[in-house]
């Protein structure tokens, strides 16, 4: 039935009834393409969701959610740990047959849906619902702590601001006995560096432990609340703000990088560490660790399990190409990674040269490569503070770009399933963003306290190594094992007109489950409780560690028990429905998918409901 709303509605009601049945007059199809099309027929459709203003702007905004601080620090520190050269091969062949496909995997479900990870794989595959949730609450609990590098990139770029720089020497109030101005190796325990208690004296003032928990830092208060004004000011208009912002914030980063492989490649000793860069040791393939950490590497940068990509790509137009995006964000990231290995090793081999020790000597751990061991290198650079607000300043830009997509996740699924609700009490979406902002910005006020760093150390741990196995593993066999890889190739054609390639089939069906598998066995194998430096958590701070691990991990069984509870029908039958996509939708769509999905509206026609017509001429109309 069409309800007319003005006297030259009744021609586009034709036009629409004549339209359908056209559609309706297709020849007959086979059973399994029909049986996809009605998959896809249930399909909700947002008129009023944004876009993207240009394609481009996903593309970048992609590029700089997956290039992030982990790219300059942990993938040089997997490099240096794992034998330099040695671990590019592994690395890259985990992006072509792990990294490339589930990224693929992911845009495509965010894009066709158009919807945020929590209704995607509501729809996708309702028993395993709770894995969006999961991705959800990881991504907020992520976005917690990782503001806090932003605040502390912070307050290095503004102690920069001087010369001398306040870690170039041991002369300060906040030095303890034992600092050296040098670069200590591996063997010197007892010492410690100018930057390294910089880091810890001046910047945390860290207490023993995680027992003590100390008085707050308020200069790191303050500018924790400079970096969630930052964050607010840039995503608060939502995609219309972030993606003019990311021009910026995820191109900069590249002409300091730039600027600084230029610089370090001329300084004595960097050719030295570019070798141990990319001259691979042979041995180290055949160690298994060696392969993990490279796919475990690929798939913490590309961001796989976050949902954030998907997010992000539920914005964009129903028909873009996709796979175009993919591979432009997967290269990227991978190509930002080696460029940012580059840097590192020229400094890495520098050091060595100025120290006489071997480059394999060094003492690097983790994120002290960039808050310690970085700073530490180019103290000693021509023009130190130039190149250390440069620095610094590049660090500002790939965490604001990975921060902007932890917080879209949970305000895109927040509009998603609440918007209607949310905006009678808050009226505009922009106070939806603030509150989402200030409850995070609470949750970090610990880590910006005297024991915060032991806090951000727990959290980080049993989040991103222990959580985001779990959920890469139940997404992967909720989106390639249940909802199926045949319904995702059509969701493709669909969308572009042709088909995933074999290899992208392969890669869904046996290549990337495997990978995931393979990981997640040694992560469970291999897993060591958390620790900082030489600092052991004690059982109870553990215990805690894995309530919030638990935090995000217990939505799969509760979203696959409030599924099957429910269902309609016995319980075998609810177990069918709770593996058939799309059978938690209410009712079914009032208009075909194919009218759904037209680029025209008619503004003055409210569809209220749909019937085949009957096969004559005239039809009802309530004018």
Request: net charge neutral.
């Amino acid at each position: 039935m069409f309800h007319v709303r003005s006297p030259n509605a009744e021609k586009a009601s034709h036009e629409v009834w004549a339209q359908t049945v056209k559609k309706q007059r297709r020849p007959r199809q086979t059973e399994s393409t029909l049986e996809m099309e009605q998959d896809q027929c249930k399909m909700d459709h947002e008129p009023d969701r944004p876009t993207w203003t240009k394609q481009i702007e996903f593309t970048l905004a992609g590029i700089g959610c997956a290039v992030g601080l982990g790219n300059v620090w942990r993938f040089p520190y997997l490099c240096y740990r794992s034998g330099g050269g040695a671990f590019l091969i592994p690395y890259l062949l985990m992006l072509l047959v792990l990294g490339i496909p589930l990224l693929y995997m992911e845009l495509i479900l965010g894009q066709y849906t158009r919807r945020g990870p929590v209704h995607a794989l509501a729809k996708a595959c309702p028993l395993l619902k709770g894995v969006g949730l999961a991705t959800v609450a990881i991504s907020f609990i992520m976005c917690t702590y990782y503001n806090v590098i932003i605040t502390w990139g912070l307050y290095y770029l503004f102690s920069s601001f001087q010369s001398p720089l306040p870690w170039q020497s041991c002369n300060n109030t906040w030095n303890k006995p034992n600092c050296t101005d040098r670069v200590i190796t591996n063997s010197s325990v007892h010492s410690s560096t100018a930057s390294q208690q910089f880091f810890s004296y001046k910047m945390l003032e860290q207490t023993g432990g995680v027992e003590q928990g100390g008085l707050m830092r308020w200069e790191l208060f303050l500018l924790l609340i400079l970096a969630w004004i930052l964050i607010y000011f840039c995503i608060f208009k939502g995609v219309k703000s972030t993606g003019k912002v990311v021009y910026f914030t995820a191109l900069f980063p590249y002409v300091i990088l730039l600027a600084l492989l230029i610089n370090n490649a001329q300084l004595p000793g960097a050719l030295e560490g570019i070798l141990f860069f990319i001259v691979p040791k042979w041995g180290k393939l055949l160690e298994v660790e060696v392969w993990v950490n490279a796919a475990a590497q690929i798939f913490n940068s590309i961001g796989i399990g976050f949902g954030s990509l998907m997010a992000m790509s539920s914005y964009n137009n129903f028909n873009n190409n996709i796979l175009k995006d993919t591979l432009a964000i997967s290269i990227t990231n991978s190509l930002t990674s080696i460029l940012a290995g580059f840097v590192i090793f020229s400094a890495f081999g520098y050091m060595s040269h100025l120290q006489n020790v071997p480059i394999s000597e060094l003492a690097v751990d983790g994120p002290g490569l960039v808050f310690v061991v970085y700073p530490q290198a180019f103290a000693t650079m021509p023009v130190a503070p130039l190149w250390a607000v440069l620095f610094f300043i590049m660090l500002l830009c790939l965490g604001l770009d990975s921060q902007f997509a932890m917080v879209e996740v949970m305000v895109t699924s927040l509009m998603d399933a609440f918007g209607g609700r949310l905006l009678k009490v808050l009226r505009k979406k922009e106070l939806l963003v603030l509150v989402v902002c200030s409850t995070a910005f609470l949750m970090g006020i610990p880590h910006v306290m005297q024991v915060g760093i032991y806090v951000f150390q727990l959290m980080d741990h049993y989040t991103a190594i222990v959580s985001i196995m779990f959920l890469a593993f139940f997404e992967v066999l909720a989106i390639c094992g249940l909802y199926g890889v045949r319904r995702l190739s059509a969701n493709v054609k669909e969308m572009g007109g042709n088909r995933p390639n074999i290899f992208f089939t392969v890669c869904w069906m046996f290549v990337s489950p495997l990978l995931i598998t393979v990981i997640l066995v040694f992560t469970i194998i291999q897993f060591k409780p958390a620790r900082y430096e030489e600092y052991v958590y004690p059982p109870w701070a553990q215990g805690v560690g894995w309530v919030i691990a638990m935090a995000s991990i217990i939505w799969i069984p509760l979203g696959a028990l409030h599924t099957l509870w429910v269902l309609p029908g016995s319980f075998t039958e609810r177990l069918v429905l709770s593996i058939t996509p799309y059978s938690l939708d209410k009712e079914k769509p009032k208009v075909p998918y194919y009218l759904e999905r037209r680029e025209e509206t008619f503004s003055n026609i409210s569809i209220s409901s749909y019937e085949t017509p009957p096969d004559k001429t005239n039809f009802q109309t309530n004018l």
